[in-house]
């Protein structure tokens, strides 16, 4: 049978504002937030609008289940706070949305009594919502103990969410792995339609779209197998050229295209993809420019142009 739970908010970030809506909406009580900024108020009045907005020692006091979504390095001493004040109380349930940190940050609740438990969604946000119906089919990382384990289960549930259950001495990995993948995305598709903004293309979102969209689910599907690309065929001439053009044109890009690169070469020559001799020649020509810095660019001319020819 379905219990509401009375749940407090502190933190009405991108995070808060869209978890605490979520369970309002599947019968949970969401009995009060706590949100300082100008945008966590405009989250609140959009999400939660019937919601009272408290100190975080008042939320903490009034709710069976305390949400803390705050960033990582502000949870140990919101944690700290809250226990040292008594506004926390045994049986309470306390639970947190960093990726990066297991239970042991909420080791102060759990001196007074209350239940820790740590619930991460596997999901970007932009406190809409939006992100909603992006709920569904999310995964959510869990960290939590003994009987505390069905209420964070329960909790996904209610979410629309599924449970992925994290060991407490991995969630740094686990968060590292969600980060190298979404973060770092972000940083790269930036990147790449600042150089095909700098060759002259109107649309670089447009034109990128279907490859990457291509691109991902086939990595997500296939894993190395799906790589394609000069990289892995080998073809030293092209990446020289790319590597001049960029150079030349998108400078600040040429760090992460290097970097990328060799991982890339790596793992083609790891599966047998790429003969040495020809990984041996791609390696040489990144080395190059993996010492260049913005002071002392390259801006060489590959020999292949040295020759006369023109390859794009």
């Known amino acids: 049978m379905f219990h509401p739970l009375r749940v407090g908010v502190v933190g009405a970030g991108r995070v808060g504002a869209v978890l605490a809506a979520a369970l309002q909406a599947a019968g949970h009580e969401i009995v009060a937030v706590a949100g300082e900024s100008d945008a966590s108020r405009g989250r609140i009045a959009a999400l939660l609008p019937d919601v009272p907005v408290l100190k975080p020692t008042a939320v903490a006091r009034s709710c069976d289940v305390l949400l803390l979504t705050v960033p990582d390095d502000m949870l140990g001493n919101v944690v700290r706070t809250l226990a040292d004040a008594g506004a926390l109380h045994e049986g309470q349930y306390v639970v947190h949305t960093s990726g990066r940190h297991g239970l042991a940050i909420l080791e102060p609740a759990r001196a007074?009594?209350?239940?820790?438990?740590?619930?991460?969604?596997?999901?970007?946000?932009?406190?809409?919502?939006?992100?909603?119906?992006?709920?569904?089919?999310?995964?959510?990382?869990?960290?939590?103990?003994?009987?505390?384990r069905a209420v964070a289960e329960a909790l996904t549930v209610d979410l629309g969410a599924h449970p992925m259950w994290v060991?407490?001495?991995?969630?740094?990995?686990?968060?590292?792995?969600?980060?190298?993948?979404?973060?770092?995305?972000?940083?790269?598709?930036?990147?790449?339609?600042?150089?095909?903004?700098?060759?002259?293309?109107?649309?670089p979102a447009g034109t990128l779209r279907p490859l990457l969209t291509a691109a991902l689910d086939n990595a997500l599907e296939h894993g190395d197998a799906a790589l394609t690309g000069p990289i892995v065929r080998g073809d030293v001439g092209t990446v020289a050229a790319h590597l001049a053009d960029i150079d030349a044109n998108a400078p600040q890009t040429v760090g992460s295209y290097v970097?990328?690169?060799?991982?890339?070469?790596?793992?083609?020559?790891?599966?047998?993809?790429?003969?040495?001799?020809?990984?041996?020649?791609?390696?040489?020509?990144?080395?190059?420019?993996?010492t260049a810095t913005p002071d002392a660019p390259h801006h060489h001319t590959p020999s292949w142009r040295a020759e006369g020819r023109v390859r794009r």
């Open 259 to 290: 970097a990328l690169a060799r991982a890339t070469l790596d793992r083609a020559l790891a599966d047998g993809r790429l003969v040495p001799l020809r990984a041996q020649k791609i390696s040489r020509l990144l080395d190059r420019y993996a």
């Open 112 to 148: 007074v009594g209350a239940r820790p438990i740590a619930l991460h969604p596997a999901m970007t946000f932009t406190g809409t919502a939006v992100d909603l119906s992006r709920l569904g089919g999310c995964v959510f990382g869990l960290t939590a103990t003994g009987p505390d």
């Open 167 to 203: 060991p407490e001495e991995m969630r740094t990995l686990y968060h590292a792995g969600l980060a190298h993948g979404a973060n770092h995305l972000v940083t790269l598709v930036a990147e790449a339609m600042e150089i095909l903004a700098a060759a002259g293309a109107a649309d």
